[in-house]
């Protein structure tokens, strides 16, 4: 029985240490790190990725237009099964913003989702498809926040609860899910397709929302970008694939026109959530919408992931 109870705690001990290990935050590596702080960052080039990013959509104060917009004192909140996440200042005021951050607390927030602190930040906030972008655009990207103007309004906590609400765990989530491995495979000697690919799976995280998840909030791998219930509980996320009812005729005419009017091919117009994105989309060039359009045509065809 003594020899039970032995082997039972050294098990534990054993599980608790690997548990420890596992989720551990894992910021940037020193290397990466200096060879980033080491950029020279274009402002004007970050401006493109911060419209890419969809950055004032969770950001900017909820209901701003116009210049409004570029004040990124926080506030919108994004609904989930798993708690309310509310958008943080990332203004650059030292305090209440990111002012204080250097470009490796800046870059492992990106890549990494580790805080200045050494914290896992909550996949609300698309690290993990940030992570996908070169160095040379997470420093073009600081050095246009860095243009924007300072809010002192304090970020709200976000509305998560228990086991949520604790922030080691969200190293077994990244375990299990984080990646900075492409979703399909790369476009062969296609430089369209592949700027497609890097702004539809990188700074643009369409699949946040356009892809389904697991109960545990991973995506479902095989079905990337094939449409997903609405995390906030009304109607479904499109499918994007060729397979798709949605925009699956489309041409890719269709859909960069799309992304640049907000008008479909029998002349709706866009709603709901994509509102945002799209107007978002308007600040991006021609090219790079017609290389979102050209990836999202080369992608295999796929039933909708809600049904």
Partial sequence: ???????????????????????????????????????????????????????????????????????????????????????????????????????????????????????????????????????????????????????????????????????????????????DQPRVAPAANDAQIARGQYLVEGPGHCGECHTPRNPIGGFVSDAWLSGAQNPEGEGVIPNLTPGGKSIGGWSASDIAYYLESGFTPDFDSVGGSMVEVQKNMTHLTGADRDAIAAYLKALPERPNGWE
Avoid at 21 to 34: I, K, N, Q, Y
Avoid at 54 to 60: E, K, L, R
């Fill in 1 to 179: 029985m003594n020899r039970l109870v032995l082997s039972l705690g050294l098990a534990a001990l054993a599980g608790a240490a690997v548990a420890f290990v596992v989720t551990a935050p894992r910021p940037v590596g020193s290397e990466r790190l200096e060879a980033i702080a080491a950029l020279e960052g274009n402002a004007e080039a970050g401006e493109t990725l911060f419209w890419a990013g969809g950055c004032v959509s969770c950001h900017a104060a909820p209901g701003s237009t116009g210049e409004a917009q570029l004040v990124l004192s926080g506030g919108v909140r994004l609904k989930s099964d798993f708690g309310t996440f509310i958008g943080p200042n990332i203004s650059p005021d030292p305090d209440a913003g990111i002012g204080a951050w250097s470009i490796s607390d800046f870059a492992n927030a990106m890549l990494a989702g580790v805080s200045p602190d050494g914290g896992h930040y909550y996949p609300a906030f698309p690290y993990g498809s940030y992570t996908r972008m070169s160095d040379g655009d997470i420093a073009d990207l600081f050095a246009f926040l860095k243009t924007l103007p300072a809010s002192d309004i304090a970020s709200l906590p976000h509305e998560v609860g228990f086991p949520f609400n604790i922030r080691r765990s969200l190293g077994g989530w990244k375990f299990l899910f984080f990646t």
